[in-house]
């Protein structure tokens, strides 16, 4: 059996039975049901943070899963690893794709229910509406699959649909994104543009569509090698592109490229936690909705945790592996949740000066949504903001360590973006390099405090502390203990 988002729920709950909550009465779609995990966040009586699937939501009859994506030791568990070694533990499976394996329609669990014609109405989806100023119902979950005209290959990323009628979804691509290059060709050639957007499957399916492998397309076999085994795929019912045999639904349709045929989409609460996007966009005819006999819905929560983390890791890992191409020296890379995506943190083992300026100017090419990088040495754990400062503090000087580059393409849906003219919005932004190292050798530069590691290395806790006896006297008993 292959491995999918129900084999991986199994291993959760049996991990740990506490990270998945159900709710059984009926919960609205509107509001209610984000309302409800973003509670859950902020109280101690739910640790871990759980996933929640809503057995009921109002106006559909299929279950959905919320916060599945919400916590980096959910996403680590996915590949068979935790928080520590989730990073390289990526970039190794990303770096070892596995080909994917066609199958027949009577094989493909999402084939059991086929809905043409008259029988569409995406509307009957459990879609939910999260933040306040949100336009509508949205699809967040969706990895959506499309073809290279240029080199045939089939590419996946995550992108917003918002449900504008039973058979119509809106499609707003990063003009950053691979899936985006793909719009454009079409555009040129006059053609339109088949998508499949697949809803519900192993957590390896959106790190995959999250993930930078080189070139356009390969998603799917990175998720294949996230897996550590071959996908299984199944030809489109109305489209000529494979999706995911076992995936929950997939919603099959057709994008005019025409720059007429727009419509206008959003507003939307996006990663950096502000509504952006809103604007005439292109939008997705549906043609066909195929999914299991009783699917499960899942969504992801935008503009919160879960939005960052399901594209932190992957990132992370993809920049990990890719950066090292540059500058093997780099030892671990992060992007902090403050960062909202934007913001990455590199550890080197600095050689030479000027390797950090290398480093960063990868990792740009690697994700052009990232905005500002801080390089730091290599005794930093950049997975603690209070390191990253205190190397900022005391291993920076403005004049001499700071990169700032106008005029680069990134996060379009970033506030502060902006176009040609700088008075008008747009996908360019200015990037920063903060070159956080110490002199390479043979400069000098005063150590950093410490205890001696064998001291820190022989000192057991658990033998020398005890716990404080509830009642007692603290001064008292200890004066006696003293004589």
């Given amino acids: 059996m292959a491995q999918d988002l129900r084999t991986y729920l199994d291993e959760l709950v049996n991990k740990d039975p506490g990270q998945v909550k159900i709710v059984e009465q009926e919960v609205d779609s509107e509001?209610?049901?984000?309302?409800?995990?973003?509670?859950?966040?902020?109280?101690?009586?739910?640790?871990?943070?759980?996933?929640?699937?809503?057995?009921?939501?109002?106006?559909?009859?299929?279950?959905?899963?919320?916060?599945?994506?919400?916590?980096?030791?959910?996403?680590?568990l996915s590949i068979g690893t935790d928080v520590k070694?989730?990073?390289?533990?990526?970039?190794?499976?990303?770096?070892?794709?596995?080909?994917?394996?066609?199958?027949?329609?009577?094989?493909?669990p999402v084939?059991?229910?086929?809905?043409?014609?008259?029988?569409?109405d995406v509307t009957k989806m459990p879609s939910l509406v999260h933040q306040e100023l949100d336009a509508g119902k949205y699809?967040?979950?969706?990895?959506?699959?499309?073809?290279?005209?240029?080199?045939?290959?089939?590419?996946a990323g995550i992108f917003r649909h918002q449900i504008q009628g039973p058979k119509q979804l809106g499609f707003m691509t990063n003009p950053a994104h691979q899936t985006a290059y793909i719009f454009r060709s079409y555009r040129d050639q006059g053609r339109k543009m088949a998508v499949a957007l697949v809803i519900g499957h192993h957590p390896a399916m959106l790190l995959a569509a999250a993930s930078?492998?080189?070139?356009?397309?390969?998603?799917?076999e990175v998720m294949g090698g996230l897996l550590g085994e071959s996908l299984e795929v199944v030809q489109g019912k109305t489209v000529d592109?494979?999706?995911?045999?076992?995936?929950?639904?997939?919603?099959?349709?057709?994008?005019?490229?025409?720059?007429?045929?727009?419509?206008?989409?959003?507003?939307?609460?996006?990663?950096?936690?502000y509504y952006t996007g809103l604007g005439p966009m292109p939008f997705v005819q549906i043609t066909a909705i195929t999914m299991r006999k009783q699917p499960i819905y899942v969504d992801v929560f935008n503009a919160h945790h879960e939005h960052l983390v399901l594209g932190g890791l992957p990132w992370m890992g993809s920049l990990y592996l890719r950066v090292r191409e540059s500058i093997p020296t780099v030892t671990a890379v992060n992007l902090p949740l403050m960062g909202v995506l934007s913001t990455l943190f590199i550890a080197m083992k600095k050689r030479v000066d000027g390797e950090p300026k290398i480093a960063a100017a990868a990792a740009f090419a690697v994700v052009p949504l990232l905005k500002h990088i801080f390089v730091v040495d290599d005794d930093i754990d950049i997975f603690d903001n209070d390191q990253v400062m205190w190397a900022f503090t005391t291993r920076f000087q403005g004049d001499r360590d700071l990169i700032v580059m106008p005029n680069f393409l990134g996060g379009?849906?970033?506030?502060?973006?902006?176009?040609?003219?700088?008075?008008?919005?747009?996908?360019m932004e200015t990037k920063m390099i903060l070159d956080c190292t110490r002199p390479a050798p043979p400069a000098t530069f005063p150590p950093a405090t410490r205890i001696p590691p064998d001291v820190m290395e022989r000192v057991e806790l658990r033998k020398v502390l005890v716990d404080y006896r509830d009642g007692a006297s603290l001064v008292n008993d200890t004066m006696d203990s003293l004589g």
Avoid: C
């Fill in 111 to 120: 084939h059991e229910v086929v809905l043409i014609g008259d029988q569409i």
């Fill in 212 to 220: 930078k492998p080189p070139g356009i397309g390969g998603e799917l």
């Fill in 412 to 427: 379009h849906l970033n506030p502060v973006t902006y176009g040609y003219h700088r008075e008008e919005k747009g996908p």
């Fill in 241 to 273: 592109l494979q999706v995911p045999a076992w995936a929950e639904i997939v919603i099959e349709g057709i994008v005019d490229t025409d720059p007429e045929k727009v419509q206008t989409e959003g507003p939307f609460g996006e990663y950096p936690r």
């Fill in 85 to 108: 070694h989730m990073v390289p533990e990526f970039a190794a499976r990303q770096a070892s794709p596995v080909a994917t394996t066609l199958v027949s329609s009577n094989r493909a």
């Fill in 31 to 76: 509001f209610e049901a984000a309302a409800i995990v973003a509670k859950m966040e902020k109280d101690p009586s739910y640790p871990g943070f759980p996933a929640v699937l809503f057995k009921n939501i109002k106006g559909s009859r299929i279950p959905l899963l919320l916060n599945l994506h919400g916590t980096y030791e959910r996403v680590a």
């Fill in 139 to 155: 699809i967040t979950s969706a990895a959506t699959i499309s073809r290279d005209p240029e080199s045939g290959r089939l590419n």
